[in-house]
């Protein structure tokens, strides 16, 4: 089955600069890559996604690159802000499958 | 739109008794439904999948008899913890896909407290 590897699992950053998480995947059929942020005892809210058909996605100061042949996808956030604080989840799906998750990374956005 | 909710949001039970959870779509049909498990600071593990009309399917590691999932119709399932014991408390959440096959939405999460 598929297996997801996030990396850092901890990342402090000063307030205002970027933040980089990393991910790689097993399976070559997943097409779907979501970012989850998740706060203390709340559900993991999608923050921004990917599909396989694209290698670049930006939504304001959040981007999520992706290299289907090296089987790594990565989230990008500029400009960090203390309400960035919070556990990021990569995760990677095969269409309508289930969604696999990493392990998590905990940023802490220092002022 | 695209609102999944669960019940309850917190339950505290003693040892041996059974609990159940339910999962709900709100606004939308959703064909199959998953059940996750989040231990304190740890990523979110899948425990089954539901799909409507037929037996979950249940990850490697995830004993069936033990949590029982029912996914009656479009917008319901039910995951019963069944003789909980304390290690089995935890943060249950649920991901609703809807008929498009579209990402999941989660639920709230479910926080049980097995003494």
């Known amino acids: 089955g598929e297996n997801v590897e996030q990396h850092p699992s901890t990342l402090s950053v000063q307030e205002g600069d970027s933040a980089v998480i990393k991910c790689t995947y097993s399976d070559s059929a997943s097409n779907y890559f979501p970012w989850y942020k998740q706060e203390l005892g709340k559900r993991p809210q999608l923050i921004i996604d990917?599909?396989?058909?694209?290698g670049e996605k930006k939504d304001q100061r959040i981007a999520v690159t992706l290299n289907k042949t090296a089987k790594h996808f990565s989230l990008h956030i500029t400009e960090t802000q203390p309400e960035d604080s919070a556990v990021y989840f990569c995760a990677a799906s095969k269409g309508d499958d289930k969604i696999i998750f990493g392990k998590g990374t905990r940023l802490h956005i220092l002022p | 739109g695209a609102v999944v909710s669960q019940h309850p949001s917190w339950v505290i039970c003693k040892s041996g008794t059974s609990v159940k959870i339910e999962c709900r779509s709100l606004d939308f049909q959703a064909t199959t439904m998953f059940w996750y498990r989040q231990f304190p600071k740890q990523s979110l593990m899948l425990m089954a999948t539901s799909n409507e009309g037929s037996k979950a399917t249940y990850e490697q590691g995830v004993e069936k008899d033990k949590f029982l999932i029912n996914h009656a119709s479009l917008t319901l399932s039910t995951l019963t913890v069944t003789s909980a014991h304390p290690e089995d408390s935890s943060f249950y959440i649920c991901?609703?896909?809807?008929?498009?096959?579209?990402?999941?939405?989660f639920g709230p999460g479910t926080r049980l407290t097995v003494l």
């Open positions: 990917i599909r396989s058909n694209v």
């Open positions: 991901s609703a896909r809807d008929l498009r096959g579209e990402r999941g939405f």
